[in-house]
């Protein structure tokens, strides 16, 4: 049998559950997500909707039951209520995207504005245009655990090894540093990259538990994420860039809607009331990184984690996965039931449950609720995607949307993706997307 696993950490795992369905992310979604296409503020007006691109980042933009929470869910809410005064036809619409996607996706016109944490950099300028900076003055520093010493000087940083996401605007300040290295002698620093879509906030976890030696956050993640700083060591005396840029980017030659996000963000932007309110409503407290982070992480779940290990390894499943899509369906509630009649923390259909390939009684019951659930997500891998021509993350994917949507949907939607020149083999940025319009 497959062993069905390779979800890297929990919290990815908990995003891609939320976002199987654009009901559960809380984000109003275009019915024209799929429709791609340009222009100014005069051609955004006539059609009702100016679309603004996002990626999680925990603290600016993520979903906490199920509504979008941050500060750059807060600023795009006062954008869109700053535009609904002078037109209250016209609104904005949040459409997620995967961080590598957000320049291309802005330019192919699937959306109008990007905002999520970019960096001014000069090789983005090539590909776009930003807004007046909404955070100015921020540094690049080194992350590390505690156990290295203070790095205060450029030659400490000599042979170092550092994590970082692959188009991170981090890469191109370590190879500034490299050739500072290099022109005196000295070992350049070895650059780790990693996958685009992991989180800053996931890097600093990774230190914590020593799965990786460094990394480089933004100054200003760090003072929202202050609460961290016992678990690591910030070096603060040495920056990988000084007095950075945050902004919002835009195609270039929209000289409109340029003007009209700059307009807002003079009044919102980072030292203003509007800014500032915004900001201290996540600085001044730790708790909404505990809800939104740690979901799980209480008495409820230590008392359920042995099932979730027995079950995963009876049927070879990742039991973090089943933790995940059981605080997704239900919360964690046994006691609830859907108004299609799923019941149970795993939602199970007590029809499906008595069916040849779960056979599981009495579904009203803990144990034989996750067992049942466990057994289905196992039977709709092997049954319907364990095909050789997708990947095994694709496999896992493919199988929570099925347990979640039925598997004769995604059959379904995987077959309009490959007529639309999707490819059907894969789950996000191609039948994923279909999603939007099959809903």
């Known amino acids: 049998m497959t062993n069905f696993n390779g979800a890297s950490c929990l919290s990815k795992t908990l ?3 939320s976002i199987i369905s654009k009901s559960a992310f809380g984000l109003e979604v275009p019915d024209n997500a799929l429709e791609s296409y340009v222009g100014d503020f005069s ?12 990626s999680g980042d925990m603290g600016f933009y993520h979903i906490e039951n199920g ?136 890097l600093l976890d990774l230190i914590k538990r020593g799965k990786i030696t460094a990394t480089i956050v933004d100054s200003h ?18 920056a990988f860039r000084h007095n950075a840029d945050i902004a919002w ?39 909404w990184m505990n809800r939104a982070s740690n979901p799980m992480q209480n008495e409820k779940r230590d008392k359920l984690e042995k099932l979730f290990m027995v079950y ?33 923390i795993m939602q199970v259909m007590p029809k499906t449950a008595k069916d040849w390939y779960v056979d599981i009684d009495n579904v009203y019951d803990l144990e034989n609720n996750i067992h049942a659930g466990s057994k289905y997500l196992r039977f709709i891998y092997d049954r319907y995607f364990d095909l050789p021509e997708i990947l095994d993350i694709d496999k896992i994917h493919f199988s929570l949307a099925a347990y979640n949507a039925g598997p004769a949907k995604i059959r379904r939607m995987r077959v309009l993706a490959a007529k639309q020149g999707f490819d059907p083999n894969k789950w996000f940025n191609h039948v994923e997307v279909l999603g939007f319009k099959y809903e």
């Open 15 to 17: 995003i891609f559950l």
């Open 43 to 54: 051609a955004l007006r006539e059609k009702g909707v100016v679309r603004v691109l996002v």
């Open 67 to 202: 509504k979008p929470k941050g500060i750059l869910a807060e600023q795009i809410y006062y954008f869109d209520q700053e535009l609904k005064l002078r037109d209250p036809l016209l609104r904005v619409k949040v459409i997620p995207v995967e961080r590598s996607e957000l320049l291309s996706a802005l330019n192919q016109g699937r959306g109008d504005i990007a905002v999520a944490n970019l960096t001014v950099t000069k090789e983005r300028e090539q590909l776009v245009d930003f807004s007046i900076p909404i955070r100015s003055d921020i540094d690049e520093l080194l992350v590390t655990n505690h156990s290295t010493p203070l790095i205060t000087d450029i030659t400490q940083l000599q042979g170092k090894e550092v994590w970082l996401k692959q188009n991170s605007s981090y890469i191109s300040s370590v190879h500034t540093v490299n050739k500072q290295l290099e022109q005196n002698g000295m070992v350049p620093i070895y650059i780790h990259l990693l996958n685009n879509n992991i989180q800053d906030l996931e």
């Open 221 to 238: 993640k760090l003072e929202l994420w202050g609460n961290l700083e016992q678990d690591i060591r910030i070096h603060k005396d040495l």
């Open 249 to 287: 980017a835009i195609r270039k030659n929209n000289p409109q809607l340029k003007a009209k996000i700059d307009q807002y963000l003079q009044d919102s932007k980072q030292g203003t009331l509007l800014g500032n309110v915004i900001d201290n409503r996540y600085l001044e407290s730790t708790s």
């Open 312 to 344: 995963g390894e009876k049927f070879e499943i990742d039991w973090f996965i089943l933790l995940a899509m059981a605080f997704q369906e239900s919360g964690l509630d046994n006691s609830k039931i859907s108004h299609r009649g799923a019941v149970g």
